[in-house]
T-cell receptor
Framework: AQTVTQSQPEMSVQEAETVTLSCTYD???????LFWYKQPPSRQMILVIR??????QNATENRFSVNFQKAAKSFSLKISDSQLGDAAMYFC?????????????FGKGTKLSVIP | GAGVSQTPSNKVTEKGKYVELRCDPI?????LYWYRQSLGQGPEFLIY????????DSGLPNDRFFAVRPEGSVSTLKIQRTERGDSAVYLC?????????????FGPGTRLLVL
């Protein structure tokens, strides 16, 4: 079984500053995928960034980057130059596809507030 | 449509009633997923379809929950004899094919309230 833990229920950041959201996970598998999803008040989950476990290079998408530490089972999200539109719930998720299922396992989320 | 759509947006029902929640995936997407998100929690997997068949229904909590996708496109999640504990947001997602790397695109969800 897979578990995902987000230890920060809430975070805040000043506009234009940088913030890092933490995520740890547990799995006995070696081949899996990690994701960060954003959920604004509209409820629609939007993919922010993803990482394949077998790739050592950290993924980046514009202002979003991750710090993937496989041995430590850590997958943090860094948001640079924070904007008001970044305010939302952020969910870390893991997907293990080895058993033929493609279910995402999510953490409880971190609520990010952006202060103008 | 451009994205995954779900109807209704909100549903209020009474304990013991039957409800159906509908999901329209992105056109051409063969894989479809249902998740349930309780207040203050992350989404939890319920069931996933590849085409018309349920490939993994291990997340369905009990036999009151059932889902179908008869033509490999629209899916309906059915809940019988609803209980107050069923109150949650039900999210649907679709992906082009089922695969670890494939992005799951989510709909806006149906908020179910059981009184």
């Amino acid at each position: 079984a897979q578990t995902v833990t987000q230890s920060q229920p809430e975070m805040s950041v000043q506009e234009a500053e940088t913030v890092t959201l933490s995520c740890t996970y547990d799995t006995s598998e070696s081949d899996y995928y990690l994701f960060w999803y954003k959920q604004p008040p509209s409820r629609q989950m939007i993919l922010v960034i993803r990482q394949e476990a077998y790739k050592q290079q950290n993924a980046t998408e514009n202002r979003f980057s991750v710090n993937f530490q496989k041995a430590a089972k850590s997958f943090s999200l860094k948001i640079s130059d924070s904007q008001l539109g970044d305010a939302a719930m952020y969910f870390c998720a893991l997907l293990y596809s080895g058993a033929g299922s493609y279910q995402l396992t999510f953490g409880k989320g971190t609520k990010l507030s952006v202060i103008p | 449509g451009a994205g995954v759509s779900q109807t209704p947006s909100n549903k209020v029902t009474e304990k013991g009633k039957y409800v159906e929640l509908r999901c329209d995936p992105i056109s051409g997407h063969t894989a479809l997923y249902w998740y349930r998100q309780s207040l203050g929690q992350g989404p939890e997997f319920l069931i996933y379809f590849q085409g018309t068949g349920a490939a993994d229904d291990s997340g369905l909590p009990n036999d009151r929950f059932f889902a179908v996708r008869p033509e490999g496109s629209v899916s309906t999640l059915k809940i019988q004899r609803t209980e107050r504990g069923d109150s949650a947001v039900y999210l649907c997602a679709s992906s082009l094919v089922a695969g670890g790397w494939e992005t799951q695109y989510f709909g806006p969800g149906t908020r179910l309230l059981v009184l």
